[in-house]
């Protein structure tokens, strides 16, 4: 067992002793907190060497000689195989090199999509979502269950030589299965004699739009009812306490100042407003004006409301405004990245060849983290 594995074992196991009569959960939320540490310091060194074995074989997956032991670099993250997994999608005739690097084993016999295929996908997924570079996003192949901070007690003034019962800070349980996310195209056969770089640039252009539009609907929409549950359905809105009714569709500016100091001041820091393109320009952006310019800035294509940064979602309902920090509010996995299977059985009888990519995900959302503001809540 690596040991990843045992940090997801142990951060379960927290899940399930925080709830037990007695639990420390100073103790547990501080041993969580370097776990999770720990598991992200991991992955960015798994990340380097995935890096450093695609410089060292130049890009091409050949044999390298390290001592007297030749190593064949022909991994998912290899060119050898990004080749092949292309080309073996388009019904091409492979090479024995690309045939081997299909087959092996940690190319899981070429239904895993290339890192450099999969990399794009993500990449363009959070330029078409991009809620999805703001929410804490994991790639953890299973079920996961994590803890995180639920009720943080102040410090309090100590009185020499009294007794200290002290005040417990609680952890929050997130489970995140898995919902199986689909996109079928349908193409016509001649896709097949396309360069393989047009394929790719189709391939990926395809599928990460759909699938981003799939995810980034769940992620603010989702009921958590058989289905990812999203940002509106984090908690009951109270207008007052975690929400804010507007008088009318657009809000004010004493409303929007309202609503910002309606978020904890523990989020404040990483805070951002969520609306769509509808209620940014016409709700929000309208209320600039020569005697309020700071309520709407940009800089460098990124536009601010009071200084805090706009994600744009087309997602989001009309009229509603969310505020608040989104990594600390929603918690996602993929427990299954996307992958790519291609079938010309099931098009035989039109000429045509069905793409379909897949992927497994789940998010759900943690309480007082994000605030909300709509004329009906």
């Not at 002793?17 to 007695?22: K, L, N, R, S």
């Not at 005697?291 to 994600?311: D, M, S």
């Amino acid at each position: 067992m690596n040991r990843i594995e045992e940090i997801r074992q142990r951060l379960a196991a927290i899940a399930t002793e925080m709830d037990a009569e007695g639990a420390d959960t100073n103790a547990l939320l501080t041993e969580a907190r370097a776990l999770r540490d720990e598991m992200e310091t991991l992955r960015s060194q798994e990340n380097d060497r995935r890096e450093l074995r695609g410089l060292i074989a130049g890009g091409e997956g050949r044999r390298m000689e390290t001592g007297s032991q030749p190593i064949l670099n022909n991994g998912v993250d290899s060119e050898v195989y990004h080749r092949a997994f292309l080309r073996n999608l388009m019904g091409q005739e492979l090479t024995p090199e690309e045939r081997g690097a299909i087959s092996s084993a940690d190319a899981s016999g070429g239904a895993a999509i290339p890192t450099q295929t999969l990399d794009r996908v993500i990449e363009n997924m959070v330029q078409i979502a991009p809620i999805l570079g703001e929410i804490d996003l994991m790639h953890i192949p299973s079920n996961v269950t994590i803890a995180v901070e639920g009720t943080r007690n102040a410090a309090a003034l100590h009185t020499e030589n009294a007794v200290d019962s002290g005040s417990a800070d609680t952890l929050v349980k997130i489970s995140l299965t898995g919902y199986e996310m689909m996109k079928l195209i349908p193409i016509s056969a001649k896709m097949d004699g396309m360069a393989i770089p047009a394929f790719e640039q189709w391939l990926v252009s395809n599928l990460s739009r759909s699938l981003a539009e799939l995810i980034e609907n769940y992620v603010i929409n989702g009921t958590g009812s058989s289905q990812p549950k999203g940002i509106d359905a984090a908690e009951t809105w109270t207008s007052g306490t975690n929400a804010l009714t507007f008088a009318a569709v657009n809000p004010t500016l004493a409303e929007l100042q309202t609503l910002i100091g309606t978020l904890n001041g523990a989020y404040i820091g990483n805070a951002k407003f969520l609306m769509n393109w509808k209620t940014f320009w016409g709700g929000v952006h309208a209320l600039r004006d020569d005697k309020h310019p700071e309520v709407v800035t940009r800089e460098n294509g990124q536009y601010y409301v009071f200084g805090f940064p706009v994600v744009i979602s087309s997602k989001a309902v009309d009229g509603d405004i969310f505020f608040g920090d989104y990594h600390e509010g929603v918690k996602a996995n993929f427990a299954q990245d996307v992958t790519v299977e291609a079938s010309r059985i099931s098009g035989f009888r039109s000429n045509s060849v069905d793409y379909r990519g897949t992927c497994i995900f789940d998010s759900q959302t943690v309480a007082g983290r994000i605030v909300k503001g709509a004329k009906t809540l």
